[in-house]
């Protein structure tokens, strides 16, 4: 069988042949191009395709697995026909654009050349599970002893159920949910024998799993679906899971959208007592809410800590976040890190008796002396909501090249209205501070509270001073649109800089609205498998200039 897969390559890959264009090959991927991007789509019915860029650390960690899954597929009959293949959007640009890639990487899973979003994890065996769910029936029979046998070893996570007739109610319902999990391998067996040696009973459906208890007995309806699908979901990742740039895809592409996490250093002595009673609490809450811890000793997980407002004197200490609610985060009032106060503090999340907290930095004593006035959470509403005044905020991130290029116009249109009482220009720090009334996800924004009235208003309009001033004058009734056409540029990541190598960094396309919204977890930056290189250039060259500036005025004052 490997020598028919390697003719059939090789054939595949002769430029000669049968006008065939020339297709490389590397580590059993498809290296696309413009010139042979549509012959490969024409040719393979399943084709799953990652976009990348040379210097994307991302990428280069899931290159090794990406490898290690197209082998795994080529070499194996059933899967062979499925193509693993790559594209260098850094060159191909029109191919970036066309299927629209904004981040790195990129992955697209093409039915008879159509794309889609691809789902999986970033894992070897998670790509070549999502790709044999995608392409093969929903769930496997197993006819043997050794069938069952290599099922379990080759997954993580495998669902079996025990069905005497695949055509009763209990069977059909298996395949329908098995047909949508992507992520999870199912498989069914009919033969009575082979059923009571691998520990199924009939009409019973079992998760094996290796890690936790090993292995979960399903007790509901098999009938219902919902209930089955939630116990699967609850079943395929252990009770309390480590976040890492390889498991954040499965954390935030699940369905399970509240999230409790463990702040606590691995090297710590209380580490294992504290993650004892973590896990313990996290037994009461399968299927609702994810348990997750992050170790704070990881230089990457200090933006996760910046995120949720933590600093290294606070850890150990947990927070609890609803993704479907904007992002809402939930902070316990003591530290107690029991179990039952952990379970408690989740509860209360859970039923809605627990308040969301919003994070605020400590009101400045001289937030009002400058032209540019310096909101905080603790002072936003006080200010922003005075229907006696005209109110401009510019809503900003430390790390926004877009904010610091905004900076000097923000302050001389602070300047302009210095004298003016009824008018407020105002700047808040969105990554230390947020407010109840709305989200931000991108930076910087600007948004306009117009004097004697309740509405807030996005300001899109042309960032100079005369267009803003404009806006102001008028109470927010002229120029709030940009004269072009084009919303002004906005950031919606940290940047990481020892990822970008700035002469290859591509001019990306800003993203939408829309697509932002649905991942909103992109403001836990790097650590997420996704970065946007838009601006690198602009915003490595101000820190390169700054930090000669900054050294500059050392040596001129002695100091080392």
Known sequence: MKVLVFVALFCLARADLDGAPEIKEEGGVLVLNKDNFDYVMTNNKHVLVEFYAPWCGHCKALAPEY??????????????????????????????????????PTLKFFKDGKDSEYG????????????????????????????VTKIKANNEVVVIGHFTDMGSDAGKKFIEVADTVDDVVFAYITDAGVASRATVNTNEVVIFKKFDEGRAEFKGDITNGDELAEFVKGNQLPLVTEFTSETAPKIFGGE?????????????????????QFKE??????GKVLFIYVDTETEDNQRVMEFFGLAKDDIPDYRIIKMSENMAKFKPDTKDLSADAITKFTEGVLTGDTKRHLMSADIPEDWNKGPVKVLVGKNFKEIAFDKSKKVFVEFYAPWCGHCKSLAPTWEKLGEK??????????????????VEDFEISGFPTLKFFPSGSDKILDYEGDRTVDAMAEYVESNGEKGGEPTDGKPPPKEYAPPNAHDNDPKDAPRMPEPNHEEIQKKMMEE????????????????????????????????????L
């Open 524 to 559: 836990l930056s790097d650590l997420l498998p996704k970065e946007d290189p838009k601006e690198t250039v602009k915003r490595m060259q101000e820190e390169i200039r700054a930090k000669k500036e900054a050294e500059a005025k050392k040596s001129k004052h002695g100091e």
């Open 417 to 434: 209205f210095g004298s003016n009482d009824d008018v407020i220009i105002a700047k808040m720090d969105s990554t230390a501070n947020e």
């Open 120 to 147: 999986g994890g970033r894992t070897a065996p998670e790509i070549v599970n999502w790709l044999k769910k995608k392409t093969g029936p929903p769930a496997k029979e197993l006819g043997s002893d050794e069938d």
């Open 67 to 104: 490898e290690k899954a197209a082998t795994t597929l080529n070499e194996d009959e059933d899967t062979s026909a499925i193509k693993l293949a790559k594209v260098d959007a850094t060159v191909e640009s029109d191919l970036g654009t066309k299927y629209k890639v904004r981040g790195y």
């Open 256 to 276: 399970i959208q509240v999230h409790n996490l463990l702040f606590i250093s691995k090297a710590s002595e209380e580490f294992d007592q504290n993650l004892a």
């Open 281 to 286: 609490a996290a037994a009461n809450f399968k």
